[in-house]
C-alpha cells in the first residue's frame, strides 16, 4: 500500500527527530559511528514506523517482524528509534556505550528490541535467514528484514547466506543494502570493489530493487514491492549519503567511527533543527 504525502511528511520529520538524537548521543558518549547510522536512518524509520510489524510492550511477541542490523556499529540509529517507539525510556539513550549500562556500542540481546547480538560484520544475513528458516518451520508468517553495510559485503560469508536463501526461496527475506560508498578505511571503491551489485545479486538469485535510501516514498514502495515477491528473497539496494543531514559530516571518511566533538554536537544540532522547522 503506497502512502500519502502527509504520511510520507510524518516519516521524513521523524526521521530528522531520529538524527538528532544519534548526533546527541554520540557526542555525549565521546566515541561511536555517526556516519552509517545517519545514512541509514531513513531506512530504519520507515521500516518501525510503517512497514514492519512489532509492538513495544512485548518484544518477544511470536508472529513479530524480526529485524538484524548486520552493521552493529551502527547502532545509535537503531537505538534512538527503539526509544522513540517505547521499546525503552528515552533518558537510556545518554548513556550509550557507558559501562554497566544497557545500550553497548554493537547491539546486544539484554537491550528489548534487539533480536540477536551483531556487530563481527558479515553475519547478520546469515542470521537473519535462519529466521526467516524458522517461519516456515513454525508456520508463520512473519517476515525478516537485515540492513547490510557496503563494505561489509566484501565478506565471503554473506555471498554463502545469499547462495542459501535463494536455494531455500526465502520470499519472507528482505535485506537492504545502506550503500553509503565509504568504509573504515576508505570509499569502498578503493578499498576493494564491489560492482556490479544489482547484476551480482541478481546472479546469486535475489529479486532486486534499487533506490534512493533518503527517498522516503521510495524506500516504502521498495518495502511494499518486497512483500509481493514469491519464491525468492528480496536486496533493496539503497544508495545512501555517509552522515546525511549534517552537511560536513556528508561523504567524510573520518566521520565513519569518530563521534563529533561538543561544538561539532552544537553545529549539527542547529543545522538538523533548521531543516526541522524549515
Excluded at 556516519?35 to 521500516?47: E, N, P, R, V, Y
Excluded at 563521534?259 to 531543516?275: M, S, Y
Aim: hydrophobic share 35%; glycine share 10%; net charge neutral.
Amino acid at each position: 500500500m503506497l502512502l500519502d504525502s502527509r504520511k510520507i511528511g510524518e516519516l521524513e520529520a521523524k526521521a530528522r527527530e531520529i538524527r538528532t538524537l544519534i548526533v546527541q548521543m554520540l557526542a555525549r558518549a565521546g566515541s561511536g559511528h555517526p556516519g552509517g547510522s545517519l545514512s541509514s536512518t531513513d531506512i530504519l524509520t520507515c521500516l518501525y514506523y510503517s512497514v514492519m510489524r512489532h509492538n513495544p510492550k512485548d518484544p518477544s511477541w511470536p508472529d513479530r517482524d524480526r529485524f538484524q542490523l548486520s552493521k552493529g556499529h551502527c547502532c545509535p540509529a537503531l537505538y534512538a528509534v527503539l526509544a522513540e517507539q517505547g521499546y525503552f525510556p528515552k533518558e537510556e539513550l545518554g548513556n550509550l556505550r557507558r559501562f554497566g549500562c544497557m545500550l553497548q556500542g554493537h547491539p546486544d540481546r539484554h537491550t528489548p528490541g534487539i533480536e540477536v547480538c551483531s556487530g563481527s560484520l558479515g553475519q547478520g544475513l546469515s542470521v537473519a535467514l535462519g529466521m526467516s528458516l524458522a517461519a516456515r518451520i513454525d508456520k508463520k508468517d512473519y517476515r525478516t528484514y537485515c540492513l547490510l553495510g557496503d563494505g561489509e559485503i566484501q565478506e565471503g560469508n554473506i555471498w554463502e547466506a545469499a547462495m542459501a536463501a535463494a536455494h531455500y526461496k526465502r520470499d519472507n527475506l528482505c535485506a537492504i543494502l545502506d550503500y553509503n560508498g565509504f568504509q573504515i578505511d576508505g570509499r569502498v571503491s578503493e578499498v576493494m570493489g564491489i560492482e556490479p551489485l544489482a547484476e551480482k545479486w541478481r546472479s546469486f538469485g535475489w529479486y532486486v530493487i534499487e533506490i534512493d535510501g533518503h527517498n522516503m516514498a521510495a524506500i516504502h514502495k521498495a518495502f511494499d514491492t518486497a512483500k509481493k515477491i514469491k519464491e525468492k528473497p528480496t536486496m533493496i539496494l539503497a544508495k545512501t549519503i555517509k552522515g546525511k543531514g549534517v552537511s560536513f559530516m556528508e561523504n567524510v571518511v573520518d566521520f565513519h567511527g569518530r563521534a563529533p566533538t561538543g561544538d561539532e554536537h552544537d553545529l549539527a544540532v542547529k543545522e538538523l533543527n533548521r531543516r526541522r522547522h524549515a
